[in-house]
Structure formats: C-alpha cells, structure tokens
C-alpha cells in the first residue's frame, strides 16, 4: 500500500508539526522550509544581495580551506548544512555552514556543522538575532556568524562551556573591522570582505519597456495574436541588449512583450564567425526573430 505523504507549501506557514512529520512531507517548490521548534516556517527564497554575500562567505572559506589543508572537511548551505534535533522537533537549514574535519556525528547521524551563518534580511530579523542564536547553542553549534547587511555588520558569537551551561561570547565588527574566528586561526579578512559593501547589496535594476514608436496600436494587438514560431522581419536598425541572470531582454524595436524572443542572425552566425547565440553584451539586431511563446519577459 503506497505511503501517503503530507504536502506543505506557504499556507501551512505556523503550522504545528513533529521532526518525523517534516522529514516525510512533500515540499511545494519555490520556498525553503524549517521547522521551529515544533512550528512549521515558510521563507521566500532569498534574492539576489542576499545570494551575493553568501556568495563571498562560501569564497572566504574556500580561500581558507585551500590555505590551509587538514582544517576543514566541506562547505555548505540550505539543506547542504542541516540543524536537526529530533528532543526538540527543530530542523533548521543555515545559509552558509562549515563542517571540519574529524567532527562527531550528530542524533540523526549528519556530521555536525561547528560553523554555520545567517544573512540578515528584513523578514528574518527575529529569527536569526534571537531564535537561531538560542537553537545554534542548544543544538552544539561553536561559532555563529550573524551577518547583518542592513547594519553593515557581523555579529560573532562563540560557544563558552558546554551542555546546559554554555552561553555566547558574543563580539560585533563593523565595516572595516578585521573577521576573527578561534575556529578559523589566522582568517584574513575584514566585514566589508563578506560582502556588505555598498555596490555587492545593491538591487539589480528592472529593465524598462521601451515607449512604442514604430507601430501602431492596432499594429501592436495584431501581433499580439501572432502563433507561435512566426517569424518577423525587425528594422536592421534596432539593437538588443541582454543582461542580467537569467537573461533579460530589452529592445529598442517594439515586439510583444508576453513572447519569448530567439534571434537568429540573418547569415546563421556571429561576429566570431561561430554559430549564432544569446549571450552579453551588445550587436546590431538580426534581420529575423521567431517568437517561441514560452517567457514573459
């Protein structure tokens, strides 16, 4: 008899679940899931500044690593790195976490992380200044990293005795200030190194809709109504501008906007004299675009 599995997704955010009943559950995708003690939490996948700084977390680690060998066994983040214990019906998923060598298993048998790190975002506040600093300690952690991009700042906290004694030391460095870690001796780094600097945060710009200037209204609707693989003749005039992860398009030439573009050059390759291709940068349009019908852009 096939094994029903319950499905959670952003609805059943608040939601009252076991450790045993997390494991088993399907998760709607697009969401990042943890369990709070007992309280289901659905967080929004994190944008593109917050990505940025992991990004530099995970590059001063392996800059470490590489350095210096036989002191750390892997790096990690999301469900790479996992906060698990079963007493407490906790199951936490840290954004960047480092396991080091010869490091004891943990009660449901994963190597435990002695390192692990928060970003800071504005919805996550709460959560990782005062719920995860709790759940960190209780679960073992060694070292935790908040790192607030909001403040320009990391909070360093570091396990002081051990079992039901232990507290945080806790140490704030800003901007400038140099990175010390008693697990990473001799770490070379600065706050601003983690990523916090002004252009790393920055949002990325939302490309404009070019002001309709070659076609009618009518003109416009019509092709609108266009089937897919159509294939229309643009003025050699107009150029294209891809940019961004993944690629946005903007033209200056008008063209529905609710249809995924592929040009094609009208000589079948590029200025490489290669196969013609989508890629950075900027290039006189092509005499020919198909209209796949597959991306709002």
């Known amino acids: 008899m096939a094994t029903l599995h319950t499905r959670i997704g952003p609805a059943d955010h608040g939601r009252r679940m076991s450790l045993d009943e997390f494991r088993e559950?399907?998760?709607?995708?697009?969401?990042?899931?943890?369990?709070?003690?007992?309280?289901?939490?659905?967080?929004?996948?994190?944008?593109?500044?917050?990505?940025?700084?992991?990004?530099?977390?995970?590059?001063?680690?392996?800059?470490?690593?590489?350095?210096?060998?036989?002191?750390?066994?892997?790096?990690?983040?999301?469900?790479?790195?996992?906060?698990?214990?079963?007493?407490?019906?906790?199951?936490?998923?840290?954004?960047?976490?480092?396991?080091?060598?010869?490091?004891?298993?943990?009660?449901?048998?994963?190597?435990?992380?002695?390192?692990?790190?928060?970003?800071?975002?504005?919805?996550?506040?709460?959560?990782?200044?005062?719920?995860?600093?709790?759940?960190?300690?209780d679960y073992g952690v060694q070292e935790y990293w908040i790192v607030d991009p909001l403040q320009r700042q990391v909070t360093s906290l570091t396990r002081r005795e051990a079992g039901t004694d232990a507290t945080w030391a806790e140490c704030v460095a800003h901007d400038g200030d140099r990175l010390e870690s008693p697990l990473l001796p001799g770490l070379a780094s600065t706050v601003r190194t983690c990523g916090l600097a002004c252009d790393v945060m920055r949002q990325p710009e939302k490309p404009s809709r070019p002001h309709p200037s070659r076609f009618e209204r009518v003109e416009r609707e019509r092709w609108h109504r266009l089937p897919e693989d159509l294939c229309v003749r643009f003025p050699t005039s107009s150029w294209i501008t891809w940019a961004g992860s993944p690629e946005i398009l903007r033209c200056q030439a008008e063209f529905p906007w609710n249809h995924r573009l592929v040009f094609v050059s009208s000589t079948g390759s590029d200025s490489d004299g290669g196969p013609s291709r989508s890629g950075s940068g900027c290039a006189s349009a092509p005499d020919y675009c198909s209209l796949g019908g597959t991306w709002t852009v």
């Open 25 to 137: 559950a399907e998760e709607e995708p697009g969401y990042r899931y943890e369990l709070a003690r007992g309280v289901l939490v659905v967080i929004d996948i994190p944008k593109t500044p917050h990505r940025r700084v992991v990004s530099h977390l995970f590059s001063l680690a392996a800059n470490y690593k590489r350095t210096n060998p036989g002191v750390i066994d892997y790096l990690g983040g999301g469900t790479e790195v996992r906060i698990w214990k079963p007493g407490m019906d906790m199951a936490r998923h840290p954004d960047f976490g480092i396991v080091f060598l010869n490091a004891p298993l943990d009660e449901v048998g994963d190597i435990q992380p002695y390192l692990v790190a928060e970003v800071v975002s504005p919805s996550s506040k709460t959560r990782d200044y005062q719920e995860k600093r709790q759940d960190y300690l």
